[in-house]
Every structure is written in C-alpha cells, then in structure tokens.
C-alpha cells in the first residue's frame, strides 16, 4: 500500500472545503434538521440561553464580562445542586443575575483530556432534549474553560455531532408534521478554525447517518430496490463518488442468481448498486451491506407484529451508503467500494418455494431450506461481486442477519465474525470510538453446518448466527472478510441517546472509523 500520509494533500484540500459546511442552513441539510452551528471566538448578543462547558476540577464558574453577582448566584446555584464538573452533569439556572439570557445551563465534561468522543455526543443529545423542552432559539455555547485549544475544539464538534444526531427528523410523510427542534447555536471556541475543521469532518458523518436514517425509514413501498438505488445515487454523484446501478437484466446476466432468487415473488424485482470512492489507487476496501427493502419472510411467512419493522431490514445497505457518503465528504485518500444487494422478499405465484435451489454468482448451488434467510443469499452475491470485479484487500460485510444475534448479544451489541485478527481488533477499536461497539463470535468448529443433501450448500442451520456468517464466509473465499451481524440494532421504538425514534443509521459511524483505521495501520 502506498503512504498513508501521500493524500495529506488532499485532505488538507477537503477540510478547506468541508469547513464552508459550517452553517448548517444547506438544502441538505434543512432536509433533516432545522439546527444551526456557528463558532466564532467572540460572544454575541442575544442569546436566550447560555451553556457553560464545565471541567472538573473548576473552582468557581465565571466567564469575561460576568458581574459579582452573576459569580455569586450562578455558583450558588450549582453548589446546591452538587454540581464539580463531573461529565454528564447538566444543571439549570433561571434568570441568571446579570446576565441578558434567560438560562444558564452549566454541562460538567470530566476531565477533557479524557472525554470520550461518544460521551461528548450523547452529552450534547441530552442538552438537545433539554433545550427542546423550552422556547429557546438562539443558545450561546462557551467552551472557553477547555482552556487546551486542540481539547476546546475536539469536545465543542462533538457535542455540536450529539445535538445534531438528535434533532434529526423524519416527517416528510406527515400531512401535517410537528414542528422541528429549530435552533441558532453559536459556539465561543479558543480556536475557530480548528472547531470549524473537527466540527467538518463530523458534520460529514452526520449526514452519512441521516441518509442511512432516511433510507431504513422509507417504508417497503415506497423505499424499494430501484428507489433505494437511485435515492443513493442522488446522495452519492455530487460528491464524486461513482455509481453504477445494475438492474434485474443486468443482475441476471451477471448470473447472479441467488440475489435474483429472493425478488421474483416481488414487482420489484432485484438491483445491485455499486459505489466507488476513487480515493487512492491502491486495492480497493470493500463493503457490503444488505439491502433487502422490504421482508415478508417469503413462504417461510413472518406472521408475529416484527413484519412491521421489516423496512428495517435494508439498514447494512444503508449504513455502507452513509459510510461512503461520509468518507466521500471528508476527501480521505483511501480506495472504498460499496455493494449494495437490492431485494424485496414478498410472495406470489413466482416466488422461490422452501426446497428450491439458487445458483450464485460464483457457481455455488443453495438449497432454500427457508425463505426468511433472504439475506445472505442476497449477500453471497454481493459478497462474490466485490471480489470478482474489485480484487479487494479485505471485505466487510453489515446487515441485519439473524434473530440469534440478538438472542446472543441482544441490542447493545454488534456480532462480529472474521477469521483475521487484524480486522476484528480494529473494528473493536472504530466501535469504541463511537459507541458502536463489537463483539466476536466463533465460526468454528461447527462441522456439516450448512451442508445440504440436494445442493453445495442450503441457506440454514444451527446455531443460527453461526450458520449466516460460515454461509457467507463461503464467497469471501480466500480474501480477508469480517461479518457484522447488526440485528435489532436498525431501528428504535422510541428516541434514546443520540437517536430520535424510528431508523438509528447504526454502522455509518462505525464503517466510517473503521476503513480510516484500518487503512492507516
């Protein structure tokens, strides 16, 4: 692989750029959120609300410009309420003496040469749950007790990241859709053009994760095979990243026929989208992620009330596509090919039956033991596609697999299977980082798991987690592969943390980190 440090040059170039992103007034943005971020290095007038970033350890809260009895009151206040600048601490002070705002909102960080980046971002969604409880519209955020600028700048992005993440919306289908959390936050930094450039490089992966969020929304109707690819594309082409579409002629002559086989129950018959970032010449990483649209379960019928969160199962489709939005924005000198299988698993007269056999891409013939394992038929090809036509260094494939992963591990966790010690220990790393976190699983030794009587190999077997990810492991063949198996994890009935309720974008930020850390090893 060539040096790493060759394509600083180009980031430097995409962080001058990324840094015009500041304001978050874009079309594109407005299409998510109505949240405002500026920094300057100089307080403003009229604010209604000023928030104090507060370390631990800080004797007494004040800020240039305070009176005596600001100090007095203000730090009063916090004392009755046991507030020493421990992270996660937040507390409110009504009409502060002096001051023009009508609230003072003190949030104790800890320590900032320890904070982690992901307890910053759900420190700043849990401010954003607080101001959105009151009428504020224009918040001060001061940061200037972080008296390191490089720390100052760090923590501001990343509770700026949290805020943002929360106050996302997706109301495009409501008649009459509630008002949006609308807000002018306006940053007082150490360092403007350093807050800009961190607060850039996140504001590229809150995007990433709202297309992954809009993409797992679309209900099956509307967000089927064709539409998923061509909403990516919109997303995708402007910011140089190209795309090719294969529709279901293309798919077939591909000869594809394990993806082509979940769709034919369905008009919306199977497409594979492919995405290149073109960012350095070397071996391309490859991702793949499910994008099976909608999943009725086929004639292995879902019949429980989980049908209903079943547009959630193209969530591994739409995080590899936030993923590459992401890493598109952010310029990183790193070759990144998404894989998208597209299918929509529903019934009809031409529906493959439980017992029938596929053939994949790569000539391997799969019995159809159930019809409800759909996604890892759909990913064999993708999965066959990315090394055929790519070469890649390594795979890493994401989806929404199996009910055993969750049974395992249940939400908190992503499962993790890989044969390579390397890509599971930075993987580990990327899911520390942002709060995605990983755990492994064993592939072996199961023998005789995905044996079948009548065909190379069937699409079921026991234990269920196990079974998916040796299935897959069949078509990574001899190239460094991981699978991530993110079951439960695509969609929440109600917001928590930095998600809103509905579709979480889960695996953007972790893919995103991930490819970074792992080019750069």
Excluded: C
């Excluded at 705002?101 to 104790?108: H, K, S």
């Excluded at 800009?196 to 994760?209: F, I, K, S, T």
Aim: proline share 5%; no cysteine.
């Amino acid at each position: 692989m060539k040096s790493f440090d060759q394509g600083l040059a180009r980031v430097a170039r995409g962080l001058a750029m990324l840094t015009t992103l500041l304001l978050l007034s874009t079309a594109a943005s407005a299409q998510y959120l109505q949240t405002t971020m500026i920094a300057t290095e100089t307080p403003g007038d009229g604010a209604d609300t000023l928030v104090v970033l507060v370390p631990a350890g800080t004797a007494q809260v004040s800020l240039p410009g305070w009176n005596q009895a600001t100090i007095d009151q203000v730090n009063r206040a916090l004392a009755a309420r046991d507030f020493d600048g421990s992270a996660r601490q937040q507390v409110e002070v009504l009409a502060p003496a002096g001051l023009t705002a009508d609230r003072l909102i003190a949030v104790g960080i800890g320590d900032p040469a320890q904070l982690a980046r992901h307890v910053a971002e759900e420190m700043g969604a849990a401010l954003a749950v607080h101001i959105n409880g009151s009428k504020a519209a224009v918040i001060e955020a001061n940061t200037r007790l972080i008296t390191d600028p490089a720390r100052n700048a760090a923590i501001a992005a990343a509770v700026a990241h949290g805020i943002e993440l929360r106050n996302y919306r997706f109301d495009q289908l409501k008649s009459s859709p509630e008002p949006r959390p609308s807000q002018l936050y306006r940053w007082i930094v150490q360092s403007q053009t350093q807050a800009e450039q961190q607060y850039a490089m996140l504001n590229a992966v809150a995007q990433g994760v709202f297309t992954a969020r809009e993409l797992t929304n679309l209900p099956g109707g509307d967000g089927h095979p064709a539409a998923f690819a061509e909403y990516a594309r919109a997303q995708l082409a402007p910011l140089g990243v190209e795309v090719t579409i294969l529709g279901p002629d293309q798919v077939e002559a591909a000869g594809m026929g394990s993806l082509l086989g979940v769709s034919k129950g369905s008009q919306h018959k199977a497409h594979l989208l492919v995405a290149h970032w073109r960012g350095s010449s070397d071996a391309p990483i490859a991702l793949v992620g499910k994008g099976n649209t909608f999943d009725t379960g086929g004639y292995d019928l879902k019949t429980t009330a989980s049908i209903l969160q079943m547009q959630g199962d193209k969530a591994g489709g739409a995080a590899v596509v936030g993923a590459l939005k992401a890493l598109a924005a952010q310029q990183v000198p790193i070759n990144v090919v998404g894989i998208v299988p597209l299918s929509q698993n529903a019934i009809s007269g031409e529906a493959v039956l439980p017992g029938d056999v596929l053939t994949a891409g790569d000539g391997t013939t799969i019995e159809v033991t159930s019809t409800d394992a759909e996604g890892r038929l759909i990913l064999a090809d993708g999965i066959w596609y990315a090394r055929d036509r790519f070469a890649p260094r390594v795979i890493v494939d994401i989806a929404t697999l199996t009910g055993a992963k969750t049974t395992a591990l249940g939400s908190e966790l992503s499962a993790v299977f890989s044969e390579h010690d390397e890509l599971v220990a930075t993987m580990r790393q990327a899911g520390e980082l942002t709060n995605e976190r990983v755990w492994q699983l064993p592939l072996g030794p199961y023998p005789g798991i995905i044996d079948s009587r009548i065909a190379d190999i069937r699409n079921t077997g026991s234990p269920g987690a196990q079974a998916g990810a040796i299935f897959l492991q069949h078509f990574a063949r001899d190239t460094p592969w991981l699978h991530i198996d993110m079951a439960g994890q695509a969609l929440l009935s109600s917001a928590s943390g930095i998600h809103p309720a509905g579709g979480t974008g889960h695996g953007v930020r972790l893919l995103t980190e991930w490819v970074k850390i792992y080019a750069a090893r």
